[in-house]
Every structure is written in C-alpha cells, then in structure tokens.
C-alpha cells in the first residue's frame, strides 16, 4: 500500500511537509481559537493533538522499511533468507529498502548455491569413494585377488576423485581471480589441433575443418588449451561409440568462432544455459555414473567470459548438441 508522501524523492522534503502540515494546523487552530474566544491553553492542546495526528498521517511508513530491515536482518543471521522490505518509497529510505531486497535475493541465491554444491560434492564423492571401498574391502576380505583389473578399477576411481578435485580448485581459483591472467598472441588453430592431438585414440573420432590462414587471438594459451579439452571431453562423451564430432574454426567479421558439435542425444528445452552452471547434468548423464561431475562447461565458461568472449549451447541437427565460443581476434 502507498504512503501519503511516498511519490516524494528525498526525505529531506518529507521531513519539509510534515513540519510545514503541523505548523499550517496550528495556524488554523490558532486563527479560529482567537475569532472564538477560546483559552490559549485550550488552544495549544488542540493544535497539539491535531499536528500529532497530522504528524502520524504524513510520516506513516517513512521508517518502517527501517523497522522492516532490522527484523529482517535480524532473521538473515537466523539463515532465513527469504524476508523481504516494502521499497514503495521513491526517496533515500526507498533506496536504501530496495538496495536490501536485492541483497537479500543475491545472499539467499548464495546459500541456494552453496546448499547444491554441498550436496553435489558429496554425491560425486561418495560415488567413487564407495566403489573404491567396496573393492579394497573385497581384497582384504579374499572375496578378490588384487589382480590387474581390480587394481585399474580402483586406479580408475582415484583418477575420478583427483579429476574431481582438480576442477573445483580451478573453477574456485578462476571465480576469486586469484589465477593472474596474462594475455599472450597466441595462434589459435594450434592450440586447437594439440588438443585434438592430446585426446589419444580418441582424435580419430574427431574431425577438424579450419582456414588455412591463422587465427589469431589474445589469450591465455594453458586456459584456452582448456576450453577445448573440456569441450571435446563433453562431445566425446555425449557422442555414440561410432559417431565422430566435429571442430569448425572460422573468422566473422573482427571475432573467431569455433564450434564443437556432436551427434549425442541433444539438448532439451531450456538447457541451453542451463549447462553452464555447475555440477548441472541432463538426465542422460545423470543415468550412468561415468558421466562428468558437470564442472567443465562452468570452467569453459569462466574462461571464455575472462577472455572478453561468449559461449552458447545450440541444438545440432538431426541430433546432438553445438557448442559455439566466440572470442576477439587481434
């Protein structure tokens, strides 16, 4: 509900219009008191109550936002993120009402993050770490030889949890800026044919179609190196056994544009930037428990944004997702 001096834009002119209101009743009180005769005393107690009431009437809500706040903050300390102030002032008060709903929103977003990358961790720990105890439990109990395949079994849970954990500091180094970034020219058709190159058996299943001419990009070469490994990581993944991805690098007028596609089975509506937040997985990689820890499109991210560019995730038809990273070219 709207307050009487609420379209008013500074507190200073409120505080104006309620001493002007109280001093033109007491006027009035004053003036119709001596036409009638009335005592002075009688007179002071009328126009004292009636600018009170005056008083009341104007000033309503000019400090209850601040009440508001204080209760508010008051239940933020309890961890109760979701009270909120009335901001239908246009004046300091208001300002200062709206400035809290906002951080309110940002800190209860916050805590929902922090909630989620709480359970997350410890659903993408406990995963690997239970396999891992089972094995070593079935070994020391002679149910299994430590033979070479339950020891690359277990090998393979740990590469899991130092993968795991090395993605997180990177992607917490990267959110703080702690990581100095030093841009270099770099040749950007380079860094993406070692990272092809650096996929092993896997590069076979990777077609690349670039220009002849280079391009270049001001970046960091080990972190550009990384947004393509964790793109082809993602493709591959995604991608049927005998499907191939494909890397497209291009010039458009003074940006590069490269595209990783592949023929998985696609994004559903509403995903497109969805995936770039962390530890987000579609139901597909959801089902198994070799699919990534949903990490490496936020690096990719962070990375790109840090690089004055832009990632998106589109549709590839018939089927399978593109993802397009567009970055300055110098």
């Known amino acids: 509900m709207r307050r009487p001096l609420d379209p008013l834009r500074s507190i200073k002119i409120k505080l104006g219009a309620v001493i002007v209101a109280a001093v033109a009743v007491t006027l009035v009180v004053f003036t119709i008191g001596v036409r009638f005769d009335i005592p002075t005393i009688v007179l002071g107690l009328i126009a004292g109550s009636l600018s009170l009431t005056m008083i009341q009437f104007l000033a309503r809500g000019m400090t209850s936002p601040l009440r508001e706040m204080a209760s508010a903050a008051a239940a933020m300390a309890e961890g109760d993120y979701s009270r909120r102030v009335t ?16 951080m309110a929103a940002e800190l209860s977003e916050t805590d929902r993050i922090r909630r989620d990358l709480v359970a997350n961790v410890s659903h993408d720990l406990r995963t690997p770490l239970s396999s891992l105890r089972a094995t070593l439990e079935n070994v020391i109990d002679g149910v299994t030889q430590p033979d070479q395949k339950s020891l690359a079994a277990m090998l393979a849970q740990v590469d899991r949890l ?31 044919l070692a990272s092809v190159r650096e996929l092993g058996p896997d590069a076979e299943r990777v077609d690349v179609a670039m220009p002849r001419s280079n391009l270049r990009v001001n ?8 947004v393509l490994a964790n793109l082809l990581h993602n493709a591959l993944r ?14 458009q007028g003074n940006s590069v544009v490269i595209e990783v596609a592949d023929r998985g089975p696609g994004l559903d509506p509403g995903e497109e930037t969805k995936v770039f937040e962390r530890f987000y997985r579609g139901d597909s990689a959801r089902s198994g428990d070799e699919g990534g820890a949903g990490l490496g499109l936020a690096i990719a991210r962070w990375i790109v ?9 589109e549709r590839n038809e018939p089927s399978g997702c593109r993802m397009v990273v567009t970055l300055p070219m110098t």
């Open 162 to 192: 130092g993968a795991l954990v090395t993605q997180l500091l990177e992607l917490s180094r990267l959110e703080s800026g702690s990581i100095p970034f030093e841009p270099v020219e770099l040749e950007l058709d380079s860094v993406i």
């Open 238 to 251: 995604h991608s049927p056994a005998q499907e191939h991805v494909s890397v497209k690098a291009s010039s």
């Open 87 to 102: 901001e239908t002032s246009r004046d300091e008060v208001g300002e200062l009402a709206r400035a809290f709903n906002l």
């Open 305 to 313: 944004d840090l690089h004055g560019g832009s990632i998106r995730a």
């Open 219 to 226: 970046g960091d070469p080990e972190r550009m190196h990384r």
